[in-house]
C-alpha cells in the first residue's frame, strides 16, 4: 500500500516531538549546504542547481516518502551520470532524463519493485560506489591543486595524464586552500564529530580566503552571483527520438536512484528500529526528481550521510526533512550574496572528502576474498564505471547481478535418484518406507528434484534425467522440495512425458506442492497427465505404481 508516512506520524505529532525535529532539520539543512553546491559544481553546473534540488527534492522526499527519517537531495553517486549527460545533451537533456526516472521510479513502486531492488548483490553496489568514489576524486584534481589548464578531458586516463602535465602550474594559494579544507574537517570529526565538519571547514576557508585576500577562484568569479529565490516551473518540450536517446541516461538514473534511496532508508531502519515503506519510498523519489526537473534542479535521492545525521540529530518524523528543506530555502534567500565569496578549492575539498567517504575501501578490500563470481562482478562494474561509462556500467551490472542470481537458485537444485531410502510425505515412520523402497521392482525408479524449477534450472534437470533414463515401467518424480516451476520448466517436465509415453513408461509426480499444482493446472498439464498420476504423496504415489503393475501384467 502506497501511504506516506507524514500522514501516519501526524496523528501521535506532539510539541516535544517538533522540538527534535526542528533541531534536527536546521542541523541537517545547514550540512546540506555545501554539499548541494558541490555535487552542482563537480556536475558542470552552477552551484544553485543543486541548492535547488535539495529544497524541492528533499521536501517531497519527506512530505510523500515511506521513511520517517529519509533526507532527500543531490548526491555524489550521480555526478558522475549527470555530468555526461550535461556534456552529451545540455542541461535540457538532463531536466528530460531526470524527469523520465521519476516517472519510471513511480512505476517501480506501484509495482511493487520495492523489494526487488535490494535483492542486487553487494559486490555490484560496491563496485559502483567505490567506482563512483574514484569518478569525483578525479574530477576535483584541477580546482584543488589551482592547476592552470583548461577543461580536463572526460576519460580517466587522459584526465590524469593532464594532470601530470601541468603540475607545474599548481596555484599554492588554491592548494592550501584546499588541502587545508580536508584538513580542517577530518581534525572536526575526529574531535568535534557531533558539529558539522563539512560546513565549517568550507566556512573557515572562505574566511581565511577573504581575510588574507589570496587570489582564488571562487563561486562569484566562476559563477556570478546566486539567485535568490527559486525559478519559476518551466518545461522545455524534446521530440520522440531525443526522448529515445535519453532513455538509457534515464534509467540509469532511475536504477541508482532506487539502490542509493532504499540503502539509505535501510541504514536508517537499523539505527532506529523503524521500519521504511519501500514501495512509498520509490513513489516519493519518482515525484521528487519530476519536481527537481521542473524546479531546475538535477537527479535527487535519498542521503546516507544526512539521513545519518538526521538520525543522531534526533529527528524523528518526516517533519525534520521539510524543515531541512525550509532552511535551505531561508539560506538562500539571505546569504546567497555571502556565498560567491566561496574557493572552488574549498568546495573540491569538500568533495574529495566525500568520496573517500564513498570509496567503500575496507569492503572493496575484503571482497577480493570472496567467491570468483563475486569478485569478477565487483572488479567489472568498478572497471566500467571508472573507465567507460556510469551508464554501461549500470545496465551491464544489473545484468550480471541478474545472471548471477539465476547462477546461484540453479545451483541449489539437485536431482538425485533415491537408492539409500524413501522418505514418506510429510511426516511417518522412516523404516517403514525404506523397507518399501527395498521391495520395488527392478523396473520402478524413483527421482528426487529440489529446488525451484526454472529456467535457469531446467537444463540441469535435462542433462541428468536423459543421462539417467533407461527401460523403466514406472518413473516416480519426488518434487516435494520444488516451490515454484515456471513456463521453462513445465515444458521440460512435458519432454519428459513425451519421452515416457514413447518407451511405455509410465511418469507419476509425487508431492506436488501448491506452486506447481496451480501452473499445471491452468497449463492444462493435469488433463496431459491424467490426474491419477499427479500424487500430494509419496503413498499415493506408490499405490498408483502398482496400479500400473498390475494393469501391465494383465496385459501380458
Given at each position: 500500500m502506497?501511504k506516506?508516512?507524514?500522514?501516519?506520524?501526524?496523528?501521535?505529532?506532539?510539541?516535544?516531538?517538533?522540538?527534535?525535529?526542528?533541531?534536527?532539520?536546521?542541523?541537517?539543512?545547514?550540512?546540506?549546504?555545501?554539499?548541494?553546491?558541490?555535487?552542482?559544481?563537480?556536475?558542470?553546473?552552477?552551484?544553485?542547481?543543486?541548492?535547488?534540488?535539495?529544497?524541492?527534492?528533499?521536501?517531497?522526499?519527506?512530505?510523500?516518502?515511506?521513511?520517517?527519517?529519509q533526507?532527500?537531495?543531490?548526491?555524489?553517486?550521480?555526478?558522475?551520470?549527470?555530468s555526461?549527460?550535461?556534456?552529451?545533451?545540455?542541461y535540457?537533456?538532463?531536466?528530460?532524463?531526470?524527469?523520465?526516472?521519476?516517472v519510471?521510479?513511480?512505476?517501480?513502486?506501484?509495482?511493487?519493485?520495492?523489494?526487488?531492488?535490494?535483492?542486487?548483490?553487494?559486490?555490484?553496489?560496491?563496485?559502483?560506489?567505490?567506482?563512483?568514489?574514484?569518478?569525483?576524486?578525479?574530477?576535483?584534481?584541477?580546482?584543488?591543486?589551482?592547476?592552470?589548464?583548461?577543461?580536463?578531458?572526460?576519460?580517466?586516463l587522459?584526465?590524469?595524464?593532464?594532470?601530470?602535465?601541468?603540475?607545474?602550474?599548481?596555484?599554492?594559494?588554491?592548494?592550501g586552500?584546499?588541502?587545508?579544507?580536508?584538513?580542517?574537517?577530518?581534525?572536526?570529526?575526529?574531535?568535534?564529530?557531533?558539529?558539522?565538519?563539512?560546513?565549517?571547514?568550507?566556512?573557515?576557508?572562505?574566511?581565511?580566503?577573504?581575510?588574507?585576500?589570496?587570489?582564488?577562484?571562487?563561486?562569484?568569479?566562476?559563477?556570478?552571483?546566486?539567485?535568490?529565490?527559486?525559478?519559476?516551473?518551466?518545461?522545455?518540450?524534446?521530440?520522440?527520438?531525443?526522448?529515445?536517446?535519453l532513455?538509457?541516461?534515464?534509467?540509469?538514473?532511475?536504477?541508482?536512484?532506487?539502490?542509493?534511496?532504499?540503502?539509505?532508508?535501510?541504514?536508517?531502519?537499523?539505527?532506529?528500529?523503524?521500519?521504511?515503506?519501500s514501495?512509498?519510498?520509490?513513489?516519493?523519489?519518482?515525484?521528487?526528481?519530476?519536481?527537481?526537473?521542473?524546479?531546475?534542479g538535477?537527479?535527487?535521492t535519498?542521503?546516507?550521510?544526512r539521513t545519518?545525521?538526521?538520525?543522531?540529530?534526533?529527528?524523528?518524523?518526516?517533519v525534520?526533512?521539510?524543515?531541512?528543506?525550509?532552511?535551505?530555502?531561508?539560506?538562500?534567500?539571505?546569504?546567497a550574496?555571502?556565498a560567491?565569496?566561496?574557493?572552488?578549492a574549498?568546495?573540491?575539498?569538500?568533495?574529495?572528502?566525500?568520496?573517500?567517504?564513498?570509496?567503500?575501501?575496507?569492503?572493496?578490500?575484503?571482497?577480493?576474498?570472496?567467491?570468483?563470481?563475486?569478485?569478477?562482478v565487483l572488479?567489472?562494474?568498478?572497471?566500467?564505471?571508472?573507465?567507460?561509462?556510469?551508464?554501461?556500467?549500470?545496465?551491464?551490472?544489473?545484468?550480471?547481478?541478474?545472471?548471477?542470481?539465476?547462477?546461484?537458485?540453479?545451483?541449489?537444485?539437485?536431482?538425485?535418484?533415491?537408492?539409500?531410502?524413501?522418505?514418506?510425505?510429510?511426516?511417518?515412520?522412516?523404516?517403514?518406507?525404506?523397507?518399501?523402497?527395498?521391495?520395488?521392482?527392478?523396473?520402478?525408479?524413483?527421482?528426487?528434484?529440489?529446488?525451484?524449477?526454472?529456467?535457469?534450472?531446467?537444463?540441469?534437470?535435462?542433462?541428468i534425467?536423459?543421462?539417467?533414463?533407461?527401460?523403466?515401467?514406472?518413473?516416480?518424480?519426488?518434487?516435494?522440495?520444488?516451490?515454484?516451476?515456471?513456463?521453462?520448466?513445465?515444458?521440460?517436465?512435458?519432454?519428459?512425458?513425451?519421452?515416457?509415453?514413447?518407451?511405455h513408461?509410465?511418469l507419476?509426480?509425487?508431492?506436488?506442492?501448491?506452486?506447481?499444482?496451480?501452473?499445471?493446472?491452468?497449463?492444462?498439464?493435469?488433463?496431459?497427465?491424467?490426474?491419477?498420476?499427479?500424487?500430494?504423496?509419496?503413498d499415493?504415489?506408490?499405490?498408483?505404481?502398482?496400479?500400473?503393475?498390475?494393469a501391465?501384467?494383465?496385459?501380458?
Amino acid at each position: 500500500m502506497i501511504k506516506p508516512k507524514l500522514f501516519s506520524v501526524l496523528k501521535e505529532y506532539n510539541a516535544n516531538t517538533f522540538r527534535s525535529d526542528l533541531l534536527s532539520g536546521v542541523t541537517v539543512g545547514v550540512v546540506a549546504i555545501p554539499l548541494a553546491m558541490a555535487f552542482a559544481i563537480a556536475s558542470g553546473l552552477p552551484p544553485e542547481r543543486g541548492l535547488f534540488t535539495a529544497m524541492v527534492a528533499g521536501f517531497l522526499i519527506s512530505l510523500l516518502g515511506g521513511s520517517r527519517v529519509q533526507i532527500g537531495g543531490p548526491t555524489g553517486a550521480f555526478v558522475v551520470i549527470v555530468s555526461g549527460i550535461v556534456v552529451q545533451h545540455g542541461y535540457t537533456g538532463l531536466v528530460v532524463a531526470t524527469a523520465m526516472a521519476g516517472v519510471m521510479l513511480i512505476c517501480m513502486g506501484l509495482g511493487r519493485m520495492g523489494g526487488l531492488i535490494r535483492f542486487i548483490p553487494f559486490p555490484v553496489i560496491t563496485g559502483f560506489t567505490s567506482g563512483i568514489a574514484v569518478v569525483i576524486f578525479s574530477t576535483q584534481i584541477k580546482d584543488l591543486l589551482g592547476l592552470q589548464m583548461g577543461s580536463p578531458p572526460a576519460e580517466f586516463l587522459p584526465k590524469w595524464i593532464a594532470y601530470i602535465r601541468h603540475l607545474n602550474t599548481v596555484e599554492y594559494s588554491a592548494a592550501g586552500v584546499g588541502l587545508g579544507t580536508i584538513l580542517v574537517v577530518f581534525l572536526m570529526r575526529k574531535f568535534f564529530p557531533r558539529l558539522p565538519s563539512l560546513l565549517i571547514g568550507m566556512v573557515a576557508a572562505t574566511a581565511i580566503a577573504a581575510a588574507f585576500g589570496l587570489d582564488v577562484e571562487t563561486i562569484g568569479s566562476r559563477f556570478g552571483d546566486l539567485p535568490r529565490t527559486l525559478p519559476m516551473p518551466s518545461w522545455t518540450g524534446v521530440s520522440f527520438g531525443e526522448m529515445k536517446n535519453l532513455l538509457e541516461p534515464a534509467f540509469a538514473i532511475a536504477i541508482l536512484c532506487a539502490i542509493e534511496s532504499l540503502l539509505s532508508a535501510t541504514v536508517a531502519d537499523g539505527m532506529t528500529g523503524w521500519k521504511h515503506n519501500s514501495n512509498t519510498e520509490l513513489v516519493a523519489q519518482g515525484v521528487a526528481n519530476i519536481g527537481s526537473a521542473l524546479f531546475g534542479g538535477i537527479p535527487a535521492t535519498g542521503a546516507i550521510a544526512r539521513t545519518a545525521t538526521n538520525v543522531k540529530s534526533g529527528g524523528k518524523t518526516p517533519v525534520a526533512g521539510l524543515i531541512h528543506a525550509l532552511t535551505l530555502a531561508l539560506v538562500l534567500l539571505f546569504l546567497a550574496p555571502v556565498a560567491r565569496l566561496i574557493p572552488l578549492a574549498a568546495l573540491a575539498g569538500v568533495l574529495v572528502v566525500v568520496s573517500a567517504g564513498m570509496s567503500e575501501a575496507a569492503h572493496f578490500i575484503r571482497l577480493l576474498k570472496s567467491p570468483r563470481s563475486d569478485v569478477f562482478v565487483l572488479l567489472a562494474t568498478f572497471s566500467l564505471t571508472v573507465f567507460v561509462d556510469l551508464i554501461v556500467a549500470v545496465e551491464v551490472g544489473v545484468v550480471l547481478a541478474s545472471l548471477l542470481f539465476i547462477r546461484r537458485m540453479a545451483e541449489v537444485g539437485n536431482v538425485s535418484e533415491i537408492t539409500d531410502g524413501l522418505y514418506e510425505d510429510p511426516v511417518g515412520d522412516e523404516n517403514s518406507w525404506t523397507n518399501r523402497l527395498k521391495s520395488l521392482p527392478n523396473n520402478v525408479v524413483v527421482y528426487e528434484v529440489e529446488g525451484p524449477f526454472f529456467f535457469g534450472a531446467s537444463d540441469h534437470f535435462r542433462q541428468i534425467m536423459q543421462s539417467k533414463e533407461g527401460n523403466a515401467s514406472v518413473l516416480i518424480l519426488r518434487i516435494r522440495h520444488v516451490p515454484v516451476i515456471d513456463a521453462t520448466g513445465l515444458n521440460i517436465l512435458r519432454e519428459l512425458q513425451a519421452r515416457c509415453h514413447k518407451k511405455h513408461t509410465q511418469l507419476i509426480f509425487s508431492g506436488v506442492m501448491k506452486h506447481p499444482m496451480d501452473v499445471f493446472r491452468k497449463a492444462g498439464f493435469i488433463d496431459e497427465m491424467g490426474s491419477e498420476n499427479i500424487c500430494t504423496s509419496i503413498d499415493d504415489a506408490l499405490a498408483r505404481m502398482q496400479d500400473v503393475l498390475d494393469a501391465q501384467a494383465g496385459n501380458l
